[in-house]
């Protein structure tokens, strides 16, 4: 079994900060891309940032110059340090991985988190 645990989300101010982690767990061989994207009410789930093994990031246009992605390979662990967060921001925030159980897998396989809220309120 493979789990991501997140953590780190919560309510603050417009221009505050916040940083979420994932963590992953479980029969893992190797962890190819990690990233998070975020869901508001009424709207598809989106992109924010991803994050290569090798560390190549990708940033959705609205969060570029704000949000910070980075990752701990040894601990398997992504965050994402969020700062001058807007009201647009708020949503529910899912990490993804793509995940090689064993060496013998064959395939990366996609797995998520259980999402965490993010609200930005005055």
């Given amino acids: 079994q493979v789990q991501l645990v997140e953590s780190g989300g919560g309510l603050v101010q417009p221009g505050g900060s916040l940083r979420l982690s994932c963590a992953a767990s479980g029969s893992i061989f190797t962890i190819n891309t990690m990233g998070w994207y975020r869901q508001a009410p009424g709207k ?11 560390g190549r990031t990708n940033y ?10 980075s990752r701990d390979n040894a601990k398997n662990t992504v965050y994402l340090q969020m700062n001058s967060l807007k009201p647009e921001d708020t949503a529910v925030y899912y990490c993804n991985a793509e995940i090689l159980r064993t060496v013998y897998s064959g395939r ?5 988190g259980q999402g965490t809220q993010v609200t930005v309120s005055s």
Avoid: M, N
């Avoid at 598809?44 to 090798?54: D, G, K, M, N, Y």
């Avoid at 959705?60 to 992605?69: A, H, I, M, N, Y």
């Avoid at 990366?108 to 998520?112: A, E, G, P, R």
């Fill in 108 to 112: 990366y396989l996609d797995y998520w």
């Fill in 44 to 54: 598809q789930r989106e992109l924010v940032a991803t994050i290569t093994l090798s």
């Fill in 60 to 69: 959705e246009d609205s969060v570029k110059g704000r949000f910070t992605l």
